[in-house]
């Protein structure tokens, strides 16, 4: 049974920054690819970020390339977000999943809201 839950979310103004967390269980974490989505309010999921099994590549959507920063501990099971610089339009529900570029499963965590507003 695959558990993705996600934490670190908040509140903070714009400039700000916060690191999310992804806690990981129930399937071989090291051998896939994993990544983040955010959801804004009305709109449907985009993806965010994506990392490969060993954490040697990663890619980012142009919105967030150079602010935000995704990594991964495979001993932990852990994925993480940091987000630098944030902006209004950052707000959004956070989600982790399997996949690079698209999700492999649909085992959706409850995510993680994020806030950015002054």
């Known amino acids: 049974q695959v558990q993705l839950v996600e934490s670190g979310g908040g509140s903070v103004q714009p400039g700000g920054s916060l690191r999310l967390s992804c806690a990981a269980s129930?399937?071989?974490?090291?051998?896939?690819?994993m990544s983040w989505y955010r959801r804004v309010r009305g709109k449907e999921r985009e993806w965010v970020a994506g990392?490969?099994?060993?954490?040697?590549?990663?890619k980012y959507a142009d919105a967030t390339e150079g602010r935000f920063t995704i990594s991964r501990d495979n001993a932990k099971n852990m994925v993480y977000l940091q987000m630098n610089s944030l902006k209004p339009e950052d707000t959004a529900v956070y989600y982790c999943?399997?996949?690079?570029?698209?999700?492999?499963?649909?085992?959706w965590g409850q995510g993680t809201q994020v806030d950015v507003s002054t």
């Open positions: 129930g399937f071989s974490f090291s051998t896939f690819a």
């Open positions: 990392i490969s099994s060993t954490g040697a590549h990663t």
């Open positions: 999943i399997t996949g690079y570029s698209q999700p492999l499963n649909k085992d």
